[in-house]
């Protein structure tokens, strides 16, 4: 089993920057062994992806839409994988996932790829 709890979510102003930590924990949670991805969903919406870091290595991939905006980082010391929200949008709006596949070879950008889940945190930007 694998335990993923969020933090650092919040209440911010357009053009703001966040970070989102997520703690894996888990006696057979490696960054080797599983791929780490960050997903949203806003009010009346389908969870979509955002970003992840692939168990084959450092690979990361983002969605377009926070393409030079959000940044996906790992510390493996701290099993922990970080999401860097810079030049916030209200848009940007959502709760935020995190998600951990065992050794995927689906899309990490599919919902569906992934088996465990966290609580998810609150992002809101406001102008």
């Known amino acids: 089993q694998v335990q993923l709890v969020e933090s650092g979510g919040g209440s911010v102003q357009t053009g703001d920057s966040l970070r989102l930590s997520c703690a894996a924990s888990?006696?057979?949670?490696?960054?080797?062994?599983?791929?780490v991805g960050w997903f949203r969903q806003a009010p009346g919406k389908d969870r979509e992806f955002v970003a992840a870091v692939a168990w084959t290595g450092d690979s990361t991939y983002q969605s377009d839409s926070v393409k030079g905006r959000f940044t996906i980082s790992k510390d493996s010391a701290k099993n922990t994988v970080y999401l860097q929200l810079n030049s916030l949008k209200s848009e940007d709006t959502a709760v935020y996932y995190c998600a951990a596949a065992l050794k995927s070879t689906t899309s990490v950008r599919l919902v569906r790829a992934y088996g465990y889940w966290g609580q998810g945190t609150q992002v809101t930007v406001s102008s």
């Open positions: 888990g006696r057979t949670f490696s960054f080797s062994r599983y791929t």
